[in-house]
């Protein structure tokens, strides 16, 4: 990978991706070994959650508007994959949704780019999405008794091929460079009279490794979800709200940072985890617990095995 | 297909390496990164802190001294950090800040081409890829050592790096006594003070975590039992456990059960017990080491001290710094001697080094302070001004402002002791040309010290006039500003440069300067609640100042109002001892001029006023030598006071309590010259008591341990004037009871090394009159020996005319000094009686004449005058003054006319012979006269 293109990774990807991949460049794990392999596996990780949680959440958003009940091969053990969600999962989850919204001609993506990324030729897989599927089998067969005793020449060789793999994932995904992750932590109205109302946003941007999510504001007539993640096009501001399954949340962690979904036992009671230094949380913890437990709950009723279409506006 | 592990559960550990063997305390070291297996007690800090870390990229950790802010930030909060994710860069201030940063900075790159500090900043951030965490540790060091613009300039740079880098973020460590000082950083570091941490000490329930746990990881035994009983004994009672003190105890016992057992260490209570009293433990721990260095001990004092900043906090320097600095202790050190006493302060963990920069600094600010005790109230001076010249030089080198006159005027008095060399001596010198060269230009031939002291004295008065011009200040500027004067006030009273001639209504004006300050303060604060002991304290320098300026009615009244102010301060605030310190201070002190005023009575009452309370004080606060030291002084006073009121045994008692107290302050703090000089000056008072009360033998055993002693710190300490002028007035002393013993060879040898050492210092020290009036003493006394029996007439005149040629001149100079007009009387009255021997009767009549001129209170002179007028054949004259005056007493109690019937009896056995001898004898009648010589 060229050196310009890992620094607009760094600098310009989702913060989830930029924030483990920026770690791949650092002094401690410049050279092949425990500490590299784990980072170059955590990088491949980020990306699939990431991938999966928009495509998720793309096809949600399609079942409530078009009223359309998920196809059995996404709801096909749905809630026990869901509720012990890893990496395989997400990647299933990330491909089997974007399978279906490719498949019906009124879903409109959101990243219409992301369909090449997956299926290229269509239907079968893309040269990235095996990439993303051999780094997960190199980390299946990993365990911590065998990373213990490693030889220092395997470490190279485990090294070697994640990194390839990961490069080809990486280069496939530029198209993300268009897009821009926000968490709206504020919206203030201002509404003169004779006037329509304006409502005044506080986004943090969640763009590249920096864990200072700066401020901006954004004014405009129509309100967009407040305290949500949401992924939007730089140029059309087209958007897609990453609720539940990408927070940000300043208190109930170790530190203010985004997390993803991590598994539940139940809506009330679902893990979340940090995309760098916040550690985890139990949804319940949060001020938002009520809207968190909400949302899972629309979800495992929409994509679970008996699944029902829940209205679009609640 | 999924395994359920964590990529972070998968690699837990992998790499990381055991070691069973640790100590598990740290001693005075802070915790380290990786130390995190052995860091207990501190995990709800720890977790504030790192959410703190990440909310704001300024993080302000505040804290009293030992409370172990470094080590949460070292170990606590950087182990809970990966070391893939941040760069943690440590950085003092106390030197150049910007120096600091770029060392440090380029250390992590690696031998970094030189470049701009912006650029080097850049190319950390963009190479390393983490986020740049500077830590500024002991930050209060920065408002210590660093001047106004340097820290204007130095926050400016750092709020443009926390501006343009996105991956720069600050953590600083500040001792809480300096929070409000970093207000001034706000503007430049936006939410300084919203994203803080106030860490506390060590709550007993974390303590005992901070114990137990690094004993369990590193398979060390406790004794059931041994843990509570301790920090019941390190809180106080309290709740609350001061860290350094924890860690000497713990890492002492941990010591000690390895020698027992080295592979089975287990504390014990018995152990524990053998230690001692917590509260002295550290005091004593340092006091053994030392002592362990033998005849290096003083060495490893000397540089143990030029590692104490004048607030008595830690300073750190290279091998020249220490050794110049050290200078300041003690005689000049070879680079051997430093390299060799370092290398074992190391050893022991006194003292660590930078193996970077070659820098040594204390392992902690709490051996700091107890260093800090060791000094004396000169040496403190000399750190406070050497630190402050340290600073101007960094100023000098950065915009070329030189040392301004006020500050070079305080110089002579230290600059022997000071050893300035290199840089600071050619800042110093250049200072002092351009200050001469000024002054050619503005005063021409008035360009003496005495300008100098003038213009500092002007100079700070309109400091604080401006100061009082700006009522709204803040209280801290306010404190500042009362400091500043009564630095003012200190330089003013103890400067030996104002006492020169023609300074004395200069001294007073000062001083009336500072008494207005302290009057103003009262008036201005009289309601304010939080200042009753500022009020109460500038009380009590105005009653000194009153006493210095001789005004004794209004001195008096004042100490009586600062003992009435700390008499409610004491009772309200019975946890604060200061307020006990200075009531018990305002009693001495009052005791002391009651006693000048002839009240002895009130005088005594308010020495035992003073002493109980130094009793009780010394008692609760064994730690704090300070007040045993004042209760042996104010016993010494006492005693003098019983001696000169004639009780020689209550005095003996009292002068015996000040012996005992101070020769345990010698034995427990023998690097302290302070206490050596008051246990010589209370043998000395001892020795004069027993010779006046005719124990000859026990005043020569009091007065050789005064004169060992000064011995002693003339030879350590050669730097120190006054230890040599002490030490002359012993052998003085000595000579005197020698030639009242009739042991006038070893009496005459006594007066000569006085002669000696006295000459030294008038030579040297023509500034000090005090020292030429003490040569001239004891030429006078060594001419009286020379003179005595059978002796030599015209020796004995040759030593006396020395004398009376110092004190004339004395008296010219100063003719307002009662006591050089006398001593000039006493001299030319001596002169007239070797005269007499030496069959002179002329010369005799010129000297008492001249005597009686200067003061004609001295009746004997009158005597030696009649004797003249006698030999000289006027003797009607002589008649006419032996009757006049014959039933006169002389101040020993004796009559005229029984001093004169004496010396007739020794005119006679010296073969002078008179016709009208035995006529006068009729008229005089009673005969009886020995000795009529007055003792300096």
């Not at chain 2, 004006?509 to 009057?519: D, I, P, S, V």
């Amino acid at each position: 990978m060229k050196d310009r293109y890992a620094r607009e990774v760094i600098n310009g990807f989702p913060y989830p991706v930029a924030a483990m991949f920026v770690r791949l460049r650092t002094d401690e794990c410049l050279d092949p070994g425990p500490n590299r392999l784990r980072y170059l596996l955590s990088t491949g990780e980020a990306i699939t959650r990431f991938l999966g949680v928009v495509n998720l959440c793309q096809a949600r958003d399609f079942a409530e508007t078009a009223q359309r009940v998920p196809p059995h091969a996404l709801r096909a053990d749905f809630k026990p994959r869901f509720e012990r969600i890893a990496w395989g999962t997400w990647l299933h989850l990330a491909r089997e949704s974007l399978r279906w919204l490719l498949t019906e001609a009124q879903a409109m993506v959101l990243i219409p780019e992301m369909g090449r990324f997956f299926f290229d030729p269509p239907p079968a897989d893309s040269r990235a999405v095996k990439a993303l599927g051999e780094l997960l089998t190199l980390r299946n067969g990993l365990s911590h008794d065998k990373i213990r005793v490693m030889h220092a020449h395997e470490f190279q060789e485990l090294c070697g091929r994640a990194q390839e793999l990961l490069e080809s994932v990486l280069e496939a995904l530029e198209f993300l460079l268009d897009y821009e992750l926000t968490f709206i932590s504020e919206i203030d109205v201002e509404k003169r009279r004779r006037h329509e109302p304006v409502f005044r946003h506080r986004l943090m941007r969640l763009i590249g490794n920096s864990g200072d999510f700066e401020g901006d504001r954004h004014n405009q007539a129509n309100p967009l979800d407040s305290h949500a993640v949401i992924l939007s096009h730089r140029e059309s501001g087209r958007h897609l709200n990453l609720d539940p399954l990408l927070v940000y949340e300043a208190k109930a962690g170790k530190a203010p940072d985004i997390f993803f979904y991590n598994g539940m036992k139940s809506p009330h009671q679902a893990d979340y985890t940090a995309c760098k230094h916040g550690g985890n949380f139990r949804g319940s913890e949060s001020e938002r617990a009520a809207n968190l437990a909400e949302e899972l709950t629309i979800l495992l009723q929409m994509f679970g095995d008996t699944a029902t279409i829940p209205p679009a506006l609640v | 297909m999924d395994d359920p592990e964590s990529l972070d559960t998968l690699f837990a550990d992998v790499g990381a390496a055991t070691d069973p063997h640790r100590s598990p305390f740290k001693f005075l070291d802070a915790y380290g990164v990786g130390d995190r297996s052995l860091f207990f007690g501190r995990d709800n800090e720890i977790r504030d802190l790192y959410a703190r870390f990440y909310r704001s990229r300024v993080l302000l950790v505040y804290g009293e001294s030992g409370t172990g802010k470094t080590s949460l930030i070292e170990c606590g909060l950087r182990s809970e950090i990966p070391a893939e994710e941040a760069l943690f860069v440590t950085v003092r201030t106390a030197q150049d800040p910007f120096e600091a940063v770029r060392r440090a900075l380029q250390r992590v790159l690696g031998n970094a081409a030189e470049q701009d500090l912006d650029a080097l900043l850049r190319a950390v951030v963009e190479q390393k890829n983490k986020i740049l965490v500077l830590v500024f540790d002991q930050f209060e060091e920065f408002f210590l050592f660093q001047p106004a613009r340097v820290r204007q300039a130095f926050a400016r740079t750092v709020q443009g790096w926390l501006e343009q880098e996105g991956n720069c973020r600050l953590v600083i460590g500040l001792r809480e006594e300096y929070l409000a000082r970093a207000s001034e950083l706000e503007p430049y570091w936006p939410g300084l003070f919203h994203n803080r941490l106030w860490i506390r000490h060590l709550a007993r329930s974390d303590a005992e975590a901070a114990i137990v746990g690094p004993c369990e990881v590193c398979g060390v035994a406790l004794e059931k039992g041994l843990v509570p009983h301790i920090l019941g004994d390190l809180s106080g009672g309290g709740s609350e456990v001061e860290l350094p003190i924890f860690q000497v105890v713990f890492d002492s016992l941990y010591r000690k059960a390895l020698l027992e057992a080295p592979e089975h260490p287990r504390l014990t209570l018995d152990a524990y017990q053998e230690l001692g009293q917590v509260q002295t433990i550290l005091g004593r721990f340092l006091e053994e080491r030392v002592q362990s260095y033998g005849e290096g001990s003083e060495v490893a004092r000397q540089i143990l001290k030029a590692l104490v900043t004048a607030e008595g906090t830690r300073q750190f320097g290279n091998r020249q710094n220490i050794a110049i600095r050290a200078r300041q202790f003690g005689p000049e050190l070879s680079d051997a001697q430093v390299d060799e006493s370092l290398q074992r302060l190391i050893g022991d963990r006194l003292v660590r080094e930078d193996p970077d920069q070659h820098w040594y600094e204390l392992r902690h600010d709490a051996l700091a302070r107890q260093i800090r005790q060791w000094m004396s109230g000169l040496e403190q001076d000399l750190v406070d001004l050497r630190q402050t010249l340290e600073n101007r030089l960094l100023e000098y080198q950065r915009h070329g402002r030189l040392l301004e006159t006020d500050l070079l005027a305080t110089l002579p008095p230290f600059e022997n002791r000071l050893a300035l060399r290199g840089e600071l001596a050619e800042l110093v010198e250049l200072s002092k040309r351009r200050a001469r060269r000024y002054k050619r230009l503005r005063f021409l031939a008035a360009a003496t010290v005495f300008t100098v002291v003038m213009a500092f004295g002007v100079f700070s008065f309109v400091q604080w006039q401006e100061a009082k011009r700006q009522k709204v200040q803040a209280e801290a500027n306010f404190r500042r500003a009362s400091e500043a004067v009564d630095h003012f006030f200190t330089q003013v009273s103890e400067s030996t440069l104002l006492n020169q001639r023609g300074s004395e209504p200069l001294r007073r004006q000062l001083l009336e300067k500072a008494l207005n300050f302290y009057q103003d303060l009262a008036k201005q604060r009289a309601e304010d609640q939080e200042m009753q002991a500022e009020l109460a304290a500038a009380t009590f320098r105005t009653a000194k100042i009153r006493n210095l300026l001789g005004d004794h009615h209004h001195a008096e009244a004042a100490y009586r109002q600062a003992i009435a102010d700390f008499t409610l301060l004491a009772r309200n605030h019975p946890e604060a001892p200061e307020h006990q310190s200075y009531l018990a201070r305002s009693y001495n002190n009052l005791g002391l001029l009651l006693g000048d005023g002839g009240d002895a009575a009130a005088a005594q009452t308010a020495y035992q006023n003073a002493l109980a309370l130094l009793e009780r004080l010394a008692r609760d606060h064994p730690e704090v030598p300070a007040y045993q030291s004042r209760l042996a002084l104010s016993e010494h006073n006492l005693g003098i006071l019983l001696s000169d009121g004639g009780d020689a045994a209550r005095a003996r008692t009292a002068y015996q309590k000040a012996l005992n107290l101070q020769e345990r302050l010698v034995q427990n703090h023998p690097g302290v010259p302070e206490y050596q000089n008051n246990l010589a000056t209370s043998y000395s008072s001892l020795g004069v008591l027993l010779s006046d009360g005719g124990d000859a033998a026990a005043a020569r055993v009091a007065y050789q341990k005064a004169l060992d002693l000064r011995e002693r710190l003339a030879r350590d300490h050669p730097e120190v004037v006054e230890y040599q002028h002490k030490l002359a007035m012993s052998y003085n002393n000595l000579g005197l009871l020698l030639n009242e013993g009739g042991d006038t060879r070893a009496a005459r040898a006594a007066y000569q090394k006085a002669l000696d050492l006295q000459e030294g210092l008038a030579r040297d020290h023509p500034e000090v009159p005090e020292y030429r009036s003490y040569l001239a003493e004891s030429y006078n006394n060594l001419g009286i020996l020379i003179g005595g029996r059978g002796g030599d007439p015209a020796g004995a005149r040759e030593q006396i005319l020395k004398a009376s040629g110092i004190f004339a001149r004395l008296t010219r100079e100063f003719p307002e000094q009662v006591a050089y007009r006398a001593g000039w009387a006493r001299a030319e009255g001596n002169l007239a009686w070797t005269e007499l021997m030496a069959r002179q009767p002329r010369a005799a009549i010129a000297s008492a004449s001249r005597g009686l001129d200067a003061d004609p209170q001295q009746l004997w002179i009158r005597i030696n005058l009649a004797h003249g007028y006698l030999f000289d054949h006027h003797t009607a004259q002589a008649l006419a003054i032996y009757t006049e005056n014959k039933d006169r007493k002389l101040p020993e109690g004796k009559t005229f006319a029984e001093v004169v019937l004496a010396d007739f009896k020794i005119f006679r056995a010296r073969g002078l012979q008179h016709r009208d001898m035995a006529r006068i004898e009729q008229i005089l009648r009673e005969p009886v006269r020995e000795n009529r010589d007055h003792d300096p």
